[in-house]
């Protein structure tokens, strides 16, 4: 089955500064790539996505950029706020399914 | 609209004992999902509905049944509850499956097996 591999596990920066979120895939098939955020305590919400048909999709701050050939995409979150502290999942499409991976703990310090 | 609703919000069973959990919503969603999180483990799929009447197996099914009801309801059950069972788990629901696969989820159902 799919295997979503997420990279780093934790992540702290700085207020005002870049965070950068990786994550593997090994279907080749996977066309659809979203990526969820979970504060604590509470449900995971879609803050973006990207199909298999584009390479890069910006919303504000937040950005995705997916290389097909090497199955590899990625988050990038500019100018960081506190509030972007929270956990960050990645997932690909199998099939019907979404696999997940593990998350990233993304805390943004003042 | 009210989105995906699951009950109870909290639940503690003793070890053997069995229960269902809930899980409905109202966006006229075709594929429904339950997914159980543990520390460090991420979203692991337990069972998933494409559609009405269509069940299957994800990740982790061992222990665990489900039925979906109708269109907006699909629960899970579990039989004789074990320690390894405690988790929280997170109803989802989508459009469908595959490449329309937004899913939103519930707020979750934090379950304690003693």
């Known amino acids: 089955g799919e295997n979503v591999e997420q990279h780093p596990s934790t992540l702290s920066v700085q207020e005002g500064d870049s965070a950068v979120i990786k994550c593997t895939y090994s279907?080749?098939?996977?066309?659809?790539f979203p990526w969820y955020k979970q504060e604590l305590g509470k449900r995971p919400q879609l803050i973006i996505d990207?199909?298999?048909?584009?390479g890069e999709k910006k919303d504000q701050r937040i950005a995705v950029t997916l290389n097909k050939t090497a199955k590899h995409f990625s988050l990038h979150i500019t100018e960081t706020q506190p509030e972007d502290s929270a956990v960050y999942f990645c997932a690909a499409n199998s099939g019907y399914a979404l696999n997940f991976g593990k998350g990233t703990s993304l805390l943004v310090t003042p | 609209n009210a989105g995906v609703t699951q009950n109870p919000k909290f639940q503690v069973l003793k070890t053997g004992q069995s229960m269902t959990l809930q899980c409905a919503q109202d966006?006229?969603?075709?594929?429904m999902y339950w997914y159980r999180q543990d520390p460090g483990m991420g979203l692991r799929l337990i069972y998933y509905s494409a559609s009405e009447g269509t069940t299957d197996k994800g990740e982790v099914p061992n222990g665990y049944n489900v039925s979906r009801l109708n269109k907006r309801e699909f629960s899970l059950r579990l039989e004789s509850a074990a320690p390894s069972q405690t988790s929280v788990y997170f109803c989802a629901s989508s459009e469908w499956g595959g490449a329309k696969n937004i899913q939103y989820f519930g707020a979750g159902t934090r379950l304690s097996v003693l």
């Open positions: 990207i199909r298999s048909n584009v």
């Open positions: 279907d080749s098939a996977s066309n659809y």
């Open positions: 966006m006229n969603h075709n594929s």
